[in-house]
């Protein structure tokens, strides 16, 4: 078996269990604005993206999406 591994939407995920395709939704949940900091320094250093912002948005899909989540 193989399976892809995809970025998508929350909204994108509804689709596809709403087909019965019922995929495997993995959340990397920070554990704070400075763990999200250091995270992309190693991984992504030249990103110019707000740690602040990314965790907010986190925090936002984890309250509104988290029947989602595997």
Request: hydrophobic share 35%.
């Amino acid at each position: 078996d193989k399976h892809a591994v995809l970025d998508i939407t929350p909204n994108a995920v509804d689709r596809l269990n709403y087909a019965q395709w019922y995929p495997i939704v993995v959340f990397l949940n920070p554990d704070s604005k400075q763990g999200v900091k250091n995270m992309r320094t190693r991984l992504c250093p030249e990103s110019r993206k707000s740690a602040r912002k990314l965790y907010e948005r986190a925090l936002k899909l984890r309250k509104n999406n988290h029947h989602l989540f595997t």
